[in-house]
């Protein structure tokens, strides 16, 4: 009886451990951080910066420190709601273009809090006031950056530089020449942009290809069987002649 005892304790650990791992994890303490959910880490624009230093542009991305008022409802009074909200409102500011700066944000580390929360009057809110830390990238007209493809249309073709800010840039000779297709890397002069709010896109001219983008196998796969429907079309057609 012992040792059926001991072996039923050593099944049931087993299963929980089981659990635990693939049901049983604390949703809170797996959520995804606001910080972890875009493309650059503030740590790794610190990084980019001192980079950029070294190649003699390190006016191109920068940190700065933004002051900011937030007002919350009574019910996120408590340390970790409070918290959460400044992260939350602090996230929201990445991509948008701060005209302050004159460049958008492409990072956001830790907010810090300046003053205490306070109520004012009999308002049903409370207020305080933070810090941002924050990276900007700033670009400067005439400097050539890296974009990866997205879209391509005659005349245009759209790119993400840092894997976040729209770039629309002309088509030329080149382009043609290149056979510029969705996923390349390619360089670009930048010379404008375009705001509307806190929203913005640059605009630039193609330079030269960086990298080309490897042919996925489904498409490669995809494209045989098109061009097959194709000729047998065309057979058939030949043979109703």
């Not at 040792?3 to 049983?24: I, P, S």
């Not at 910080?35 to 003699?56: A, N, R, T």
């Amino acid at each position: 009886m012992e040792v059926q005892e001991t072996e039923n304790v050593a099944e049931k650990k087993e299963k929980k451990d089981y659990r635990l791992r693939t049901r049983g994890v604390n949703i809170k303490a797996a959520k995804k951080s606001f910080k972890d959910q875009f493309f650059m880490s503030y740590k790794d624009g610190l990084k980019m910066i001192k980079k950029m230093h070294g190649k003699g542009k390190g006016g191109q991305l920068v940190q700065r420190k933004t002051p900011r008022h937030i007002s919350l409802p009574y019910h996120m009074s408590g340390k970790a709601a409070m918290e959460e909200a400044c992260d939350w409102i602090a996230q929201n500011t990445v991509g948008k273009y701060r005209p302050e700066y004159k460049g958008i944000v492409v990072a956001v580390g830790e907010v810090e809090t300046v003053s205490a929360p306070r109520v004012i009057a009999d308002q049903y809110t409370f207020h305080t006031d933070v810090f941002i830390n924050q990276i900007v990238f700033i670009p400067k007209l005439g400097d050539q950056y890296e974009a990866k493809v997205k879209y391509v249309q005659e005349g245009l073709m759209v790119g993400v530089v840092m894997d976040m800010i729209t770039i629309h840039i002309k088509q030329n000779d080149q382009t043609t020449e290149d056979q510029v297709s969705i996923d390349d890397k390619i360089l670009v002069t930048y010379n404008g942009i375009r705001i509307k709010s806190s929203l913005c896109h640059l605009k630039g001219e193609y330079v030269k290809m960086v990298e080309k983008a490897e042919i996925k196998e489904e498409i490669l796969e995809e494209t045989e069987q098109e061009e097959a429907e194709v000729k047998e079309e065309v057979e058939d057609e030949d043979m109703e002649e």
